[in-house]
């Protein structure tokens, strides 16, 4: 398994919107779990969201439901998180996470490998 990669962070208005990617190259990547977490400075990492290998479920925090949507194209190995309706709450440096397993987790004991983040800036 290859370390996954995140893009698409940036810095946008409150309201706006921001689409990340995850590209994850690697043969399990089709079997497991996928995962977003993020973390703001002086806060510990929290989890965002996850979405089990077939893309079949899904699971959101509370704080982002009904804002941001996970999905996943496994025939390009990458997931996706759109964001939408930014808050200035929302910035953080975001991670993408591959799990150790197929089904969605919030725990982060889950995953087994993490990207290097993509920073996520929204300003009010």
């Known amino acids: 398994q290859v370390q996954p990669v995140e893009s698409g962070g940036g810095l946008v208005q409150a309201g706006g919107s921001l689409r990340l990617s995850c590209a994850a190259p690697g043969r399990t990547f089709s079997s497991s779990a996928m995962g977003w977490f993020r973390q703001a400075p002086g806060k510990e990492r929290e989890f965002v969201a996850a979405?089990?290998?077939?893309?079949?479920?899904?699971y959101y925090a509370d704080s982002v439901k009904g804002r941001f949507t996970i999905s996943r194209d496994n025939a390009k190995n990458t997931v996706y998180l759109q964001m939408n309706s930014l808050k200035p709450e929302d910035t953080a440096v975001y991670y993408c996470a591959a799990g150790r397993y197929g089904l969605g987790s919030q725990n982060r004991h889950a995953y087994e490998y993490w990207g290097q983040g993509t920073q996520v800036t929204v300003s009010s």
């Open positions: 979405i089990s290998w077939s893309g079949g479920s899904t």
